[in-house]
């Protein structure tokens, strides 16, 4: 069996669809996307892309860039977070490590899939504690685009009820000037996420 449907049928049987546990496990959409911060890290919130409406399962996607500042113009660094469950169940804060690595490794195959002028390669592995549930899972990639080396991180967990993934870019060189700590704002992304509002403004 696929490792997403054995963690549906696991968690199938836990969590009954409609119960309310699993509406307390799995608050709407809307209202865990207004838990996000305005601001993060350096990072202003921007767009918010809705999947969920035309593909139920692939939920929302909210866009996120710093701002111009110290000759480092705008949108140097973007990121975009996501929250989608995939047609699964409510997912318990501690779902297993090994489903969340799954969906680490789709966020990874994405990253790295063929472009025209593209050229990726993942870097290494590392865990991310967050508090109010388990780690998140992320991956550092680095490469170029075209002629300008990139610096990106992908990092899986779970949030609400749902997978919760955090995709940040960067090209090398702005990284510095921006002083960015990408774990910083995953952290926060997830905390806020999660509910751990007065954790999240720490």
């Known amino acids: 069996m696929a490792a997403g449907a054995l963690l549906a ?8 669809p409609g119960s309310q546990d699993g509406a307390a496990m799995r608050p709407p959409l809307d209202e865990v996307l ?3 911060p305005g601001e993060a890290e350096g990072f202003t919130r921007g767009i918010t892309a809705d999947m969920e409406a035309n593909q139920p399962g692939q939920g929302r996607a909210i866009d996120y860039a710093t701002a111009a500042r110290d000759g480092v113009a705008a949108r140097a660094a973007i990121a975009t977070v996501m ?16 489903n969340v690595v799954a969906k680490l490794e789709e966020g990874v195959a994405e990253a790295l899939s063929p472009a025209p002028g593209r050229s990726m390669a993942e870097r290494e592995r590392h865990v991310l504690p967050v508090s109010g549930g388990g780690p ?28 919760l993934k955090v995709f940040v870019a960067v090209p090398e060189r702005q990284r510095g000037l921006l002083n960015l700590d990408a774990d910083s704002f995953t952290r926060r992304i ?12 720490r």
């Open 34 to 36: 207004a838990r996000l």
């Open 190 to 201: 997830a905390l806020a996420a999660r509910g751990a509002v007065e954790m999240a403004a």
């Open 9 to 16: 049928a696991m968690l199938a049987g836990c969590v009954a």
């Open 136 to 163: 998140l899972q992320c991956a550092v990639l680095g490469g170029s685009y075209g002629r300008t080396a990139m610096w990106q991180q992908v990092c899986v967990g779970v949030a609400a009820g749902r997978f």
């Open 83 to 98: 929250i989608y469950d995939h047609g699964m169940p409510p997912l318990p804060p501690a779902t297993p490590e090994a």
